[in-house]
């Protein structure tokens, strides 16, 4: 069935470094990929997303490509604030429509 | 705006308990979704309820009943607690399955003891 992979945390950065969460997926046929946000104590907000190859999702800085060939999804952000110390979870939506499947999430942690 | 509210937001129960969690959603929207949320194992789908009327299981729905009771409403009953369920539940909705946009509510604090 439909699966997400996203890389472990927790990350760590300082403010202002570069930040890549990695996404992988399996699905068949040409899903809708997401990364949805949860900041402490709140449910999950959509982020970005991207409904078919070479899109780019872009939002707040934040950047995913949705990459066929490497069935990929990364999270990138040039330069991290420490507002965005949250959970991040990557996810997709495969062709049957049905729901969303998420990945495990990768908490984010920002130091100033 | 109130989007999705879930009730109550905190809630210990004892092995054998029931409860059931509410969920409401004022955008007028037709699919709504339980989900649970344990850590290092992400959101994992209970069920959900693709338009007024239906209801099917997600990936663990063991344990956990449903009821679409109009279109606003969506609850989740655990008849008898155990403490395997102790998690953190996501109630969700969208407008429907060609809309990808899922809307959560601020989620349930479970504790079975």
């Known amino acids: 069935g439909d699966s997400v992979t996203q890389m472990e945390g927790p990350v760590t950065l300082s403010e202002e470094a570069f930040l890549t969460i990695n996404c992988t997926y399996t699905?068949?046929?040409?899903?809708?990929l997401f990364w949805y946000v949860q900041y402490p104590g709140e449910g999950l907000q959509l982020l970005l997303k991207a409904t078919k190859a070479d899109d780019k999702g872009s939002n707040k800085g934040f950047e995913a490509t949705y990459r066929k060939e490497t069935t990929s999804f990364h999270l990138e952000k040039g330069s991290v604030q420490v507002s965005d110390s949250a959970v991040y979870f990557c996810a997709l939506l495969g062709q049957a429509g049905t729901a969303l499947i998420f990945g495990k999430g990768t908490t984010l942690s920002v130091s100033s | 705006n109130a989007g999705v509210t879930q009730t109550p937001k905190f809630q210990v129960l004892k092995t054998g308990q029931s409860m059931t969690l509410q969920c409401a959603q004022d955008?007028?929207?037709?699919?709504m979704y339980w989900y649970r949320q344990d850590p290092g194992m992400g959101l994992r789908l209970i069920y959900y309820s693709a338009s007024e009327g239906t209801t099917d299981k997600g990936e663990v729905p063991n344990g956990y009943n449903v009821s679409r009771l109009n279109k606003r409403e969506f609850s989740l009953r655990l008849e008898s607690a155990a403490p395997s369920q102790t998690s953190v539940y996501f109630c969700a909705s969208r407008v429907d399955r060609r809309n990808e946009k899922l809307f959560f509510g601020s989620g349930t604090q479970l504790s079975v003891l």
């Open positions: 955008m007028n929207h037709n699919s």
């Open positions: 699905a068949t046929g040409y899903p809708s």
